[in-house]
């Protein structure tokens, strides 16, 4: 089954303890992004990658790091969460064919921060 | 600043009374305009890409269309099971995978 995959789906931690939530697709796309979801505010954008080892800035990407050492896998690393950083986390990866563009998400990652 | 809105915020439809939700935008470039679809407590669903203006796409009770300014997702005769939050997001010309979404259309359809 083609799909995006996270974990954890759910995580409490406390401030500064370091911590990695994994995005892995089966899909063998190139363009992959991370995407946290608050109240209000709806999705934003916190890093994309265009392909193996490319990664650009989304619009809030401080307190947060990315890698992208295989194609399939997208992990979203914080490396001293804060609890602003509390929040529903999202992993998508998009498949660009003739010119159209489909992307696809993961089920989620409820993140707080004590 | 290049902003997209949705509205209206929320909707409440009666089964098969039809309407349409608004997603407006001001960006310096479309590349691309997405509808999704998300249910409470899961990842949004892909529903649509358009390109340019004038372009319409349909998939079962739902059709999207885009203007040089705005995009409307029409939903014919809803039935229940399209209760969700619908959301759209842009894509810029500059920066190829950067999105930018609204804040979304909480629709309600009841029996």
């Known amino acids: 089954e083609a799909q995006v995959t996270q974990n954890p789906r759910y995580l409490i931690t406390v401030t500064g303890k370091k911590l990695t939530v994994t995005c892995s697709q089966n899909?063998?796309?190139?363009?992959m992004s991370w995407y946290r979801q608050d109240p209000g505010l709806g999705l934003r954008q916190i890093y994309y990658?265009?392909?193996?080892?490319?990664?650009d800035k989304g619009d809030v990407p401080e307190g947060y790091k990315v890698s992208r050492k295989e194609k399939r896998n997208f992990p979203l690393i914080l490396e001293s969460p804060s609890p602003n950083q509390t929040s529903l986390y999202f992993c998508?990866?998009?498949?660009?064919?003739?010119?159209?563009?489909?992307?696809?998400f993961g089920p989620g990652t409820r993140l707080l921060v004590l | 600043e290049d902003q997209v809105t949705q509205s209206p915020e929320a909707l409440r439809l009666q089964e098969g009374e039809s309407s349409s939700l608004n997603c407006s935008y001001t960006v310096s470039g479309l590349r691309g305009l997405f509808w999704y679809r998300q249910d409470p407590g899961k990842g949004p669903e892909f529903l649509f890409t358009l390109y340019s203006a004038g372009e319409e796409k349909e998939k079962e009770r739902l059709k999207a269309t885009l203007t040089k300014k705005e995009s409307f997702l029409h939903i014919t005769a809803p039935k229940p099971e399209d209760s969700a939050t619908y959301l759209c997001?842009?894509?810029?010309?500059?920066?190829?995978?950067?999105?930018?979404f609204g804040t979304g259309t909480r629709l309600l359809v009841s029996p």
């Open positions: 997001a842009v894509q810029f010309n500059t920066g190829f995978q950067k999105l930018v």
């Open positions: 899909m063998n796309h190139e363009y």
């Open positions: 998508a990866s998009s498949l660009h064919r003739g010119g159209q563009e489909t992307q696809y």
């Open positions: 990658s265009m392909n193996v080892e490319v990664t």
